[in-house]
């Protein structure tokens, strides 16, 4: 059975959606990769996982 690929559509920037500039890959601007390096930072986006009991060491109610 011989598939051939089919073309895909050019890929575009995740924040809005404006072709993609390969400088600033995956987005089109600086402006755009700022924005997304600043939802990282502020907490925006997370990353879904079981809650961790607090490690050794680290702050707790009992160290009063």
Known sequence: M?????PTAPRK???CGK???????P?????CADVDLARWL???YVIP???RPDSPG?????DE
């Open 58 to 62: 680290g702050p707790s109610d009992d």
């Open 19 to 25: 072709p993609r500039d390969a400088k600033y890959d």
């Open 49 to 51: 996982g079981a809650e």
């Open 2 to 6: 011989d598939e051939t690929p089919k």
């Open 27 to 31: 987005f089109c601007s600086k402006r």
């Open 13 to 15: 920037c995740p924040n």
């Open 42 to 44: 502020k907490g925006s």
